[in-house]
């Protein structure tokens, strides 16, 4: 495993500390574009995770024991398209489509709950947003751990996430407004525009890897400071 790592980007030896080497690292605009990601992925995780029994019960109109119990089936579910995405993902090496796709499904899962009245309808919208984000998890930080290299550049990205995901976590505590149901526009819109944005974050990446991909090629540039690495999309 070491050499496999090694061989990829060379960095299985631990490099000595300096803020230099850490701080160097706030000008790659990669390590931005990932945590806005975060941010994005975040803000919907926590409203839908700490909110939809609300939902369930203010806007979908079921009884308060319905909506603690329906709200079961919906985190079973998203066993199914996590593990999915997880396979697709690492049988077919790819990421940034694993996203594309969850994020569209997403979308979908929010047109479902935020424009249908019937119940049932929305009901299995929640499905389609839960399982959706859940496997995005996965799927991000992957797509984030195949195109960082290198020690304290890890560290520093590792930092800018967490922040923007604690961020991201805080916007989403407050875009389900209780004096909006049933239809929750706030949170259905906001979710709806973050995952648009997640998708133009990853197709804006996609180019970026397969024009730096290309000149790797060509023996015009080494990417991440690394011989022989090339960029996961």
């Known amino acids: 495993m070491a050499h496999r790592i090694h061989r990829d980007r060379a960095d299985v030896t631990a490099d000595t500390f ?40 203010n806007g979908l109109g079921f009884s308060s024991d319905k909506s603690i119990l329906l709200n079961a089936p919906v985190y079973y579910w998203a066993i199914v398209p996590a593990l999915l995405s997880s396979f697709v993902g690492d049988k077919y090496s790819v990421r940034g489509p694993v ?12 047109c479902m709950i935020g424009f249908v009245d019937q119940s ?16 995005n998890w996965a799927a991000v930080n ?5 195109n960082i290299t290198g020690q304290w550049k890890r560290v520093f990205t590792a930092a800018v996430t967490t922040s923007f995901n ?3 976590g805080i916007a989403g505590a407050y875009i389900v407004k209780y004096n909006e149901a049933p239809k929750y526009p706030t949170a259905v819109w906001a979710s709806i525009g973050s995952h648009v944005a997640m998708i133009a974050c990853v197709l804006a990446f996609s180019a970026y890897f397969f024009i730096a991909n ?13 011989a022989g690495f090339r960029h996961s999309y």
């Open 120 to 135: 049932a309808v929305r009901y299995i919208g929640t499905f389609l947003t839960t399982g959706a984000y859940i496997a």
């Open 99 to 110: 996203i594309i796709f969850n994020s569209i499904t997403l979308i979908i899962g929010f």
């Open 18 to 57: 300096a803020w230099h080497k850490v701080l160097v690292h706030a000008s790659d605009g990669k390590v931005w574009g990932f945590a806005v990601m975060y941010f994005l992925l975040n803000m919907v995780s926590t409203s839908m995770s700490y909110f939809l029994p609300t939902i369930l019960h």
């Open 142 to 146: 992957a797509y984030m751990s195949s």
């Open 166 to 168: 604690g961020a991201g």
């Open 214 to 226: 290309q000149r790797q090629r060509a023996g015009k540039t080494v990417i991440e400071r690394t």
